[in-house]
């Protein structure tokens, strides 16, 4: 089908966020106040701090300052994989903390368990499913690399099913696979808008004090406390946690170790029963492929398919604008891409076209520290995987800002710091000799040029 017109009526938004179920927004902050836990940023990251450190001691005094509305940003506008890793996939865990690699996916899958656990417990409608993913190979030089990741996982106690074509077609029928394999227990699949929302409602629920519409504009140690300025009134608070991901960092040294990734997302109209008969996606599995160039998509609970991946666009200067959230060239691309993996689907229309921004590390997994005399906590870098992976940050956090020694804050992966990017121009120049080094493997079987291969040996290679 012409993409072009698949596209034509297509919503310029993101489809989880125009939704009727979308709550009003809840008062700003207007006057002073105190707290004895401040939280910044009402995506993941914040909201689950907030929740968690009220489960733990019911009698704190939280307040949570969103500068827009909760989950307008990277929370509100990704797939909805909650994944168990916590390392952006087994290969970079094993690469960067072989030591500690096993204990990291028994805790991974631990903190998947607890947030399915956490969506029963509060009511929290947003079709969570377990339904693990389909890794699919669309290239034969994918398979090898795959099935030596399967080995290491296996060894490591994680499930998976190795599919042939035959195996992998019978899953979701596509005409591009050559292979695959099922990893079973390691995602589940949800609406990480009414996620966002149900957070919320379960925060206010336990006493937090959630303002929206409330950016923080300055942040000030006074020696005993911090202090943080909005356009109408301060928050005096004992302790400080961020989870502001990608935006200005109210903590300068931030700004060193993250860059902003542009990401890009189509939702399709509902299928029919016959459309969806001719995919088959009877067990509703989240599927990415193989590829460096990576495309992850995903039934929702309608019957409609996100598809979204491919392009990850880092403009230079590392600018964020609203802007960037829309990107014809690539929404072509991907609608190509879909009627390439699903020629079956020839005629369906796309309903809603969005982009939103990545948080992204040179370790390309999340990191963590503190500040302020340890009066402030971060967690940051999630590059894609958030959406299961904030809970474990939003815990590393609530062990920092207590001073605790634990299982979390002794792993070398909590303890260490990836390594900063450098400054402009260079890491634009850089980023971009990545990106374009990243597809010409792609076209040539996977092979690496030697600005990736130097990349890996200075632990910075990226393959997804």
Known sequence: ????????????????LDSPAKPEPLPRLFGNTTAGLAVVGGGFSG???????????????????????????????????????????????????????????????????????????????????????????????????????VEVARELGVRFDVLDQDQVRAEVNSPTYVGGHWER?????????????????????????????????????TGTHMELLTPHGTVRAEKVALGTGVFQPLLRRLKHFLVPVYDY??????????????????N???????ANQF?????TSDNRILWGGYDAVYYNGGRIKPEYEQRDETFVKL???????????????????WGGVIDTCSRFSAFYGTAHGGRLAYAAGYTGMGVG????????????????????????????????????????????????????????????????RTLDKMGLGFDS
């Open 1 to 16: 089908m012409d993409p072009l017109k698949a596209l034509a009526d297509a919503e310029r938004k993101p489809y989880w």
């Open 47 to 149: 909201l689950w701090t907030a929740l968690m450190a009220k489960e733990r001691d019911p009698s704190l005094d939280v307040v949570l300052l969103e500068g827009k509305k909760i989950g307008w940003a990277a929370s509100g506008r990704n797939g909805g994989f909650a994944m168990a890793t916590l390392t952006h996939g087994i290969a970079n865990g094993l690469e960067r903390w072989p030591e500690e690699i096993a204990l990291l996916e028994h805790m991974g899958l631990t903190n998947l368990d607890e947030l399915g656990e956490t969506v029963a417990r509060y009511g929290i409608d947003c079709g969570y499913e377990r339904t693990g993913e389909l890794h699919v190979a669309t290239e034969p030089w994918q398979l090898a690399e795959m099935h030596q990741s």
């Open 185 to 221: 227990d390691g995602c589940a699949m949800l609406d990480p808008a009414r996620l966002a929302w149900g957070l919320r409602q379960a925060c206010l629920s336990l006493g937090v004090r959630v303002h929206e519409r409330t950016p923080v504009r300055h942040m000030r140690d």
């Open 265 to 282: 997302a189509l939702m399709t109209e509902p299928l029919s029963e016959e459309q969806l008969a001719s995919v088959g996606w009877h």
């Open 284 to 290: 509703r599995q989240g599927v990415g492929d193989s």
């Open 295 to 299: 495309h992850y998509y995903r039934l």
């Open 335 to 353: 609608a190509e891409h879909f009627f390439t993996t699903f020629p079956q689907l020839s005629g369906l229309r796309f309903t809603h076209r």
């Open 389 to 452: 992976a904030t809970r474990f940050g939003a815990n590393v956090m609530l062990d920092l800002l207590g001073g605790e020694s634990t299982e979390r804050t002794e792993l070398r992966m909590v303890r260490e710091k990836p390594l900063p990017f450098p400054p402009e121009p260079v890491r634009s120049a850089g980023i971009q000799m990545t990106r374009w080094s990243i597809a010409q493997a792609d076209l040539h079987q996977g092979r690496r040029n030697l600005w990736l």
